[in-house]
Nanobody, 124 residues
Framework: QVQLVESGGGSVQAGGSLRLSCVVS????????MGWFRQAPVKEREFVAT????????YYADSVKGRFTISRDNAKNTVYLQMNSLKSEDTAVYYC?????????????????WGQGTQVTVSS
């Protein structure tokens, strides 16, 4: 079965950085797009970033553009989210998601598999 396991979350001061990782098993990782989403308390899950199968195309939510970078290493079946210049409003549980096709839309419905989430807390 397909499994996604995130790591790298934690607590950081505003302005700091964190790098999230997500290891995928149970499918041919390099054939599918990947995404990151997040959910803050009492808010709906929202799109953060997406990357296509090769890593050659990426797309970001306006709220994180210029601060976050999504990347992937197909040899390691891993997708990353580098988060810089973190703000208190970035506090959320971050989820890794595996797409249904080579390129995923910024929509949770376009993702077939999800990780368990990793908490990111940014204090001001």
């Amino acid at each position: 079965q397909v499994q996604l396991v995130e790591s790298g979350g934690g607590s950081v001061q505003a302005g700091g950085s964190l790098r999230l990782s997500c290891v995928v098993s149970g499918r041919t990782f390099s054939r599918y797009g990947m995404g990151w989403f997040r959910q803050a308390p009492v808010k709906e899950r929202e799109f953060v970033a997406t990357i296509n199968w090769s890593g050659g195309n990426t797309y970001y939510a306006d709220s994180v553009k210029g601060r976050f970078t999504i990347s992937r290493d197909n040899a390691k079946n891993t997708v990353y989210l580098q988060m810089n210049s973190l703000k208190s409003e970035d506090t959320a549980v971050y989820y890794c998601a595996a797409g249904r096709e080579m390129w995923t839309l910024p929509d949770s419905r376009d993702h077939a598999y999800w990780g368990q989430g990793t908490q990111v807390t940014v204090s001001s």
